[in-house]
């Protein structure tokens, strides 16, 4: 539970860091849709100002579709080669 609350505390002074210094950010999400709570964290980086980007291995589903900027999926995330594609993709 204590991992919980420091990710939390973490993502909070992330977001208040990019709002304050505006920096132009990029954040790559792998597998976007586990654990559950990541749709609330996408959600608050793009409420920031942040480009949010997603590799998956499913395709990306409805409720995710609203808060990802671009979203790549692979055949198996297993495969760092797959995942290199991926982030060149985005580039």
């Known amino acids: 539970m204590l991992h919980i609350y420091l ?39 793009q409420e920031a ?5 997603g590799i998956d291995q499913v395709p990306l589903p409805d409720e995710l579709k609203d808060c ?5 999926q692979v055949s198996d995330l297993h495969h760092y080669s797959e995942l290199v594609q991926a982030c060149h993709y985005f580039q």
Do not use: K, Q, W
Not at 49 to 53: E, F, N, P, Y
Not at 68 to 72: A, F, L, N, Q, R
């Open 7 to 45: 990710f939390r505390l973490l993502t909070c002074l992330f977001i208040f860091s990019v709002t304050t210094l505006g920096a132009e950010l990029n954040v790559v999400i792998i597998s976007p849709h586990f654990p559950a709570n990541h749709r609330s964290f996408c959600i608050r980086l």
């Open 49 to 53: 100002g942040v480009r949010v980007l």
């Open 68 to 72: 990802m900027d671009d979203y790549y």
